[in-house]
């Protein structure tokens, strides 16, 4: 197992990486097994380095497993299910503090990086994505790589704020992440001129609306969670998500 010059990994995120990408640390085989699912445990060492993970090697670099359970995980809304780590004690009935803190730090971290980079980079994204309010807390997080709790909780207020559009909220978000990731895999993996041509306007079109529908995702081959693009609200007040076999079965999907 490589190990960091400090003699240990720094888990920093679960995130999607290019299937092709090599595990930086050696399986029982001693080579450097790839990603064919797309996702990786991002572990940093003393140097400042990131690299990335698998699931067993990832478990094996950090001082303790549960440590994984506290990072961001930016997969969550992907079809493959998370690997079963390490069995977590029932929750008692006082959640220990520390748990809880953790927990919403991951949270808060998580949507500022959604909003302020990886949503906000997609191409032609609709600029209310990356919101001014949180320039300040995104310039200390990318100098330090850390918040403080009232940074956290006004992170988490602004996610949940009703004056926060739907669309703009973090679980809508990592579907939008999720599908531009897909679609940016299927883009470098065409050959037709036609099906890439199909699939840059309908990330087009998910880059302007924040939403892509079921039949969408279906004509795309984009497979997601089977909840993706269904959080409430994003389709509009008390309406449930577009059906995707009207339009699906007209050869309309925009």
């Not at 080579?31 to 698998?54: M, N, S, T, V, W």
């Not at 079809?79 to 808060?108: C, F, G, I, N, Y």
């Not at 971290?109 to 995104?138: D, N, S």
Request: a positive charge; glycine letters at 8%.
């Amino acid at each position: 197992m490589t190990q960091a010059h400090d003699g240990g990994w720094i888990p920093v995120r679960k995130d999607f990486v290019d299937p092709a990408t090599r595990c930086r640390a050696r399986g029982a085989s001693r080579r450097h097994h790839g990603f064919p699912a797309g996702q990786a445990y991002i572990l940093r060492d003393g140097a400042g380095h990131e690299y990335p993970f698998g699931d067993d090697c990832a478990r094996a670099a950090v001082p303790h497993p549960g440590l994984l359970r506290q990072v961001p995980d930016y997969t969550e809304r992907d079809v493959v299910p998370r690997t079963a780590l390490p069995e977590v004690a029932p929750p008692s009935r006082r959640r220990d503090p520390a748990q809880a803190q953790a927990a919403e730090r991951a949270a808060a971290i998580r949507y500022l990086v959604l909003r302020m980079e990886k949503v906000a980079a997609v191409p032609r994204v609709q600029p209310t994505v990356r919101f001014p309010a949180l320039e300040g807390v995104y310039e200390q997080y990318q100098r330090t790589g850390d918040i403080g709790m009232a940074q956290v909780r006004r992170i988490l207020a602004i996610e949940r704020s009703p004056s926060t559009p739907p669309r703009l909220r973090a679980t809508n978000l990592l579907d939008v992440y999720t599908a531009h990731i897909k679609l940016e895999w299927l883009i470098a993996g065409s050959n037709s001129v036609d099906n890439i041509r199909f699939l840059r306007s309908l990330h087009d079109w998910l880059a302007r609306h924040l939403v892509l529908t079921t039949g969408q995702l279906a004509a795309a081959g984009i497979e997601m969670h089977p909840q993706a693009f269904t959080a409430p609200g994003i389709w509009g007040p008390g309406t449930e998500p577009a059906p995707a076999s009207p339009g699906y079965a007209s050869g309309s999907l925009f």
